[in-house]
């Protein structure tokens, strides 16, 4: 019998067709490095690992997500961008002829991840320091990084390389927080909405260079939920730069995926509406808004959903049984349509059994074929 792998599953499913069944992906980095339970460099995270990817085959899994990049970003006229780790406080600095500003991040022992304890941008000024250094933001290729995640993960995956935020995404996500993004947008709009256009530019940029990448499909995302960039939010802000990045990587013979993982509820019709080929990170309810059925409705046939194990349902607190029944009725949606992965929705947390992990290569071998519906 020749063996299909899950690379081999996703690469059909992209190009429209029907594989023997549901390709399963999962995102394996935080579960591994929490189960490592050591301090993690958060300015070199990487899935593009040997013992992430050995990981993953053990589990039977496809691998995927946090690969790495294919290019390099240098600043000019002055602008440094310094990123430092003292002992338990990372620190991300930007230091210009009009000002510095930085953020702090310390290490959460408990989640294994670094909390945001200050924002980068606080006021007005500081977005505007920002904006003067986004404004002299270059980038450089740097192609030959694919050779290498392809000779790390090639044969039980495909790498998805990131091109980002967008402006709106990354101001909330990471730059300002939700509310003081919220409350900017109304006091300082024309600031907000130059910055959101300068930095839109400066990503299409991104963009381009990652039409000529070896690479076969590109990643970007704002960890989209509709509770904080709003159906209408994201329209006035977002929409058109979602699509910009579909057509774009379109005309080069790619395909693209944006990556939602929070409440989709009126959201992910419009990512669909922008060309975006898949809906990665789909959490259904009960932690997101949505059953599978419902995102399906929303998204149409056409849009790839990647995603559907609510974070909750890993745990040992959720019975197998439940578990099951979870993964199965998103693997139901193939009776709708092929343009369908099984994955995690985000990630599988820490805490989580490995053998729940394993269970998921056994529930689509005998639920996900297309064969047996």
Known sequence: MIRVTERERLLMVLKGYTPDRVPWFADLGHWYRAECGTQWDLFSISNCTKEITDLHREVKAGWYIEV???HEEYYVDGVTREKEICKDEAID???TPIGEIHMVRKWNPISYSWDITKRMVENAKDLKILLYA??????????????YIESIGGDTGLGFPSVSYTGLG???SYYMGVENTIYAINDEPELVERYIRVHNEK???LVDLYCNTPAPHIIHGDNLSGDVQSPSLFMKYSFDQYKSIADCLHKAGKTVSAHLDGYLNNIIGLVAR???????????KPTGDLSPVEMRRQAGNDMILMGGISPVMWLPETSEKDFIAHVREWLDLRKISNRLVQS???????????KRIKLVYELVEEYGRYDRM
Request: proline fraction near 8%; aromatic fraction near 8%; hydrophobic fraction near 35%.
């Open 68 to 70: 790495g990049s294919l």
């Open 93 to 95: 600095r930007y230091t």
């Open 134 to 147: 986004v404004e002299r933001r270059r980038f450089k290729p740097k192609f030959e990084n694919w050779e």
């Open 170 to 172: 990354v101001l909330i």
């Open 203 to 205: 990503q299409l940029e």
């Open 274 to 284: 922008a060309g975006t080929d898949v809906a990665d990170a789909c959490t259904p």
């Open 344 to 354: 995690a929705g985000d990630q599988v947390p820490p805490g989580t059994d490995i």
